[in-house]
């Protein structure tokens, strides 16, 4: 007589599946954040009548040291334009914004340069401004 | 006699907290993602070397120092400066004549040099950049 065997059900284990996704996007924030540039300091200006920024393509700023970066990346305003007009290739007018953040205490021999270079390299410059408070009412 | 009834243990249970996180951690992005920036577009004309000089001075020219603007010579504060500039390119009608020759001290402040900026633009000028090229010779 022979016995029937039994039958072995492998089935995968679904109970760690919320870990595995949180993982995962913990991962790709980090590559993420890899173009960011939060971690250089500055202070907006502040002026009347802003308007909402577009996305942009690249990012310059001047932190509070005076020094210029790109994307987050320490670089000079002589590299700039090289490194601008890279990033911007051919795209067409109207999608070629560059932000400009400029800390408030900078003098024009710190941005005049890069504004050139921005110029230079047919970038849609915004420079990015805090809106200023209303007078308080007399 | 009373017969003492057993407490039970009820635990939360723990299989869904990683759900919980996931889902937590989403919602912090997207509210961070969401802060839109403000600022000022700004037309430049495309940085050349400059080789004509008759038409530079048809041009208006502004000097910004960090106590005054100067507008064709006459040092002005903002208000005025945005008056002045407003009535200089209204009876200009080609574009070549809006533009605007800016030239900054070396120790202008961002402020001041945004708000001349700002004003320019509002009256419908073309700004201008004239920046000062360092040349180093060497003397033997």
């Known amino acids: 007589m022979k016995l029937p065997r039994r039958q072995l059900t492998a089935s995968v284990p679904t109970f760690a599946m919320g870990d595995i996704a949180f993982l995962l996007l913990i991962f790709f924030v980090i590559l993420a954040r890899a173009q960011d540039d939060s971690h250089v300091q500055w202070q907006p200006a502040k002026l009347k009548d802003v308007k909402l920024a577009a996305a942009p393509r690249a990012s310059v700023t001047i932190d509070t040291g005076f020094k210029t970066y790109l994307d987050g ?3 000079t305003p002589a590299e700039l334009a090289g490194a601008l007009s890279a990033i911007l290739g051919d795209a067409p007018a109207g999608q070629r914004h560059v932000f400009l953040k400029v800390h408030r205490e900078a003098k024009a021999s710190h941005f005049e340069p890069v504004i050139a270079a921005i110029s230079e390299a047919g970038g849609d410059l915004i420079h990015i401004l805090e809106p200023e408070d209303p007078a308080p009412p007399r | 006699m009373k017969l003492k009834r057993g407490k039970m243990l009820i635990d939360p249970p723990d299989c869904a907290t990683a759900d919980i996180a996931f889902t937590l951690i989403i919602f912090f992005l997207v ?30 020219e502004v000097s910004i120092t960090p106590s005054s603007i100067v507008l064709n010579g006459s040092p002005l504060q903002l208000p005025e400066f945005a008056q002045r500039i407003t009535e200089a390119l209204r009876q200009k ?30 009256a419908g000028g073309i700004l201008t950049l004239e920046l000062e090229t360092e040349r180093r010779i060497e003397v033997e």
């Open chain 2, 93 to 122: 009608t080609r574009e070549a004549d809006r533009i605007v020759v800016v030239k900054s001290a070396p120790d202008t402040p961002y402020p001041t040099w945004i708000g001349v900026s700002q004003a320019i633009d509002r």
């Open chain 2, 31 to 60: 509210c961070a993602a969401v802060q839109p920036e403000t600022g000022m577009p700004q037309v430049l004309p495309k940085t050349e070397a400059k080789t004509e000089k008759q038409d530079q001075s048809r041009n208006i």
């Open chain 1, 73 to 75: 990346k320490e670089t």
